[in-house]
């Protein structure tokens, strides 16, 4: 009886428009005060990511700090700077002395990168000048990542953990390639950017990410449609020389690809995506892990997975000399 009788009272009060206003105004009330300090959070979150790159990439180009930066940051990178100096000048001197070596395969981006990652957080490194040179030796000696750390483990007496690992590989493409290379980018396999044809290939077109679908769109001026955002990018990219046409003309210049033998880079085509005297009616560029990079409405990742893509798919391709 008592419940039929509140649900009978809230029915009541509900049809009375002032007091509906002010309950309706209490619970947005009340889910704003929920969400806020969430979205606050989120914001921070987004921020400090931000300005983790912001600092990565200002510390390895030895850029001035901008004004607006934390005083925490601006300490930190002053000193990584003074850091990578030194590193560089050991590095220099090493290849100075030893002219008879092929040096061609010592990697200043790996070196500093390693020591990016291991040099906060670990009060136990000596910055005698021989704790340099041995470090940048470990580098000269070994080739594979698994001996590297292995040498760095002993040389700092610590465990090279799998976090330690994933954050110097991340921050080496990051530094190398861009934005565009670094796993943040909807999952792609961090191996895919091993190929320095298809990390090019990505630094221009994750240019565009967000950027609306214009018919006949062929440039960042104009806009993109499927055909022009993909021959944009594999012409800006210096990747391969691919003049305007529609996704049938390029798929015309494709060699044919199992799907076994599907590498990041390869085109994935479709059919029927809209009304056509063409076969081909779409295209996206195969970025791995099942996933394309496309000129959809707006440029974005998508999954291979979706019912649509699958309903509507033609042929995976290769452009013809990029075997």
């Not at 019912?307 to 000399?321: I, M, N, P, T, V």
């Amino acid at each position: 009886m008592k419940v039929a009788l509140l649900k009978k009272a809230i029915a009541t009060a509900l049809t009375d428009e002032r007091l509906r206003n002010g309950v309706l105004s209490f619970l947005v009330g009340v889910v704003i005060c929920l969400l806020l300090p969430l979205l606050l959070l989120v914001s921070m979150v987004n921020t400090e990511a931000n300005y983790n790159r912001e600092v990565a990439r200002i510390v390895f180009q030895q850029e001035e700090i901008p004004t607006d930066f934390p005083e925490e940051y601006v300490a930190y990178i002053e000193e990584m700077q003074e850091q990578f100096l030194i590193l560089d000048e050991v590095i220099e001197e090493w290849i100075e002395g030893n002219t008879e070596e092929n040096t061609d395969g010592l990697d200043d981006l790996q070196i500093k990168s390693y020591f990016y990652v291991l040099y906060f957080g670990n009060e136990d490194l000596d910055f005698e000048e021989s704790f340099y040179q041995e470090f940048v030796e470990i580098f000269v000696e070994n080739e594979t990542d698994l001996e590297i750390q292995n040498e760095l483990e002993t040389l700092l007496d610590m465990e090279f953990t799998e976090d330690l690992a994933n954050d110097q590989k991340e921050l080496y493409l990051f530094v190398k390639y861009g934005y565009a290379a670094t796993s943040n980018f909807n999952g792609i396999p961090s191996e895919a950017f091993d190929d320095e044809t298809f990390a090019a290939l990505m630094s221009e077109a994750t240019k565009y990410i967000g950027m609306a679908y214009v018919w006949g769109g062929s440039s960042p001026v104009t806009g993109f449609d499927c055909s022009g955002f993909i021959c944009w990018s594999y012409t800006q990219s210096g990747v391969y020389q691919l003049s305007r046409t529609t996704a049938q003309g390029i798929y015309n210049q494709c060699t044919s690809v199992a799907k076994e033998d599907l590498q990041p880079g390869d085109l994935v085509f479709f059919t029927d995506t809209y009304t056509s005297t063409s076969d081909v009616t779409h295209i996206g560029i195969y970025v791995g892990d099942n996933q394309m990079l496309h000129c959809g409405d707006p440029i974005g990742y998508e999954s291979l997975s979706n019912s649509y893509w699958k309903q509507h798919f033609y042929a995976y391709g290769r452009l013809a000399d990029m075997d």
